[in-house]
């Protein structure tokens, strides 16, 4: 069972930023309309990502923590039939607010990932960015794979821990929202090994490595070109990247 004061401290923490978001948004009700590219550019991961999911068209999509809700209005518009959830009501409430002011058709709801309220198989796809890093994973794992129909894919983003530079910085340096859980850590080796165990064909590449620098900096477009061209040719380096896309296919 997982320690309620986890589940607890988790809620309690995600609640509030969305208080902060919703108190914010009232100033500004037009924020809640965006075009998809506002979403899949915000980070470099992000639209390589989600095209893992292929044609999403008339597929039943589970947004994995579905937080502010953009990603699951994103995948309403690609024809998905999109069901968001997360562990915090008031994002829950604000991710409503989203789909609507959108004109998208989406069901949400608040619930525990480590306990998912659907039926086995209930999905074809699985969304999920910056979500696994705060999970039991052996829990986790055990219920994205039951939720998947049987070819289904699950496509994560999620932070990388194998640098130790990065480790330091993130310990250290303050920036833009730095504010995190007691319990989340980015992912390591050990990790995907947990993955893998309910996934043997796990797939993951690493973004950011040089350019990881735009979080405290403006980042030339020249630093994300080189990044591609060395994780590409030189593999062993994706271990020293801030952010992992991890596909997890059901077979």
Known sequence: MIAMDRLESERQFHDEQARQRANDLRRRPAAFQFADDEYLDHESWIRPAMARLGDLAGKRVLDYGCGHGM???????RGAKVTG???SADYVAEARLRAEANSVQIEF???DAHSLPFSDASFDAIWG??????????????EIRRALTPGGVAVFCEPWG???LLRLARRRLSYHGKGHTPDEKPLRCRDLAVLRSAFPNLRWEGFQMLSMIRRTVKVPSLLERLDR?????IPPFQNWCRYVVVTLRRD
């Open 71 to 77: 990603a699951a209005v994103v995948l309403a518009r």
């Open 85 to 87: 959830f997360d562990l």
């Open 109 to 111: 709801t608040q619930a």
């Open 129 to 142: 960015n910056a979500v696994l890093h705060h999970l039991d994973l052996g829990r986790a794992v055990a």
């Open 162 to 164: 194998g640098n130790p």
């Open 229 to 233: 061209a060395l994780l590409k040719t």
